[in-house]
């Protein structure tokens, strides 16, 4: 997931602030602002979001998953 491509709602930048937590526990532990992840193919995902309209973003990817590596990522977390 890249945290810059969605907007953080202003209640969880407030419980951020408020709560002084790091922006990687923010992920861990909420949303942030996720209330639906749509999968679908790359070469579809511009069709998608414009049928979807103006709260419709390109959060990330899927990758093959290494047991090495986390599971889920979120890179750019500092952008909140």
């Not at 923010?26 to 992840?37: H, I, P, W």
Request: with cysteine.
């Amino acid at each position: 997931l890249d945290a810059a491509a969605w907007p953080l709602p202003p209640v969880f930048a407030w419980l951020r602030r408020a709560g002084n937590i790091e922006p990687s526990e923010m992920a861990r532990t909420f949303n942030c602002g996720l209330g639906m992840v749509l999968v679908v193919a790359r070469e579809h995902a511009a069709a998608v979001v414009a049928e979807l309209g103006d709260d419709a973003y390109v959060v990330g990817e899927l990758t093959a998953y290494d047991s090495s590596e986390q599971r889920v990522t979120v890179k750019n977390s500092s952008h909140w």
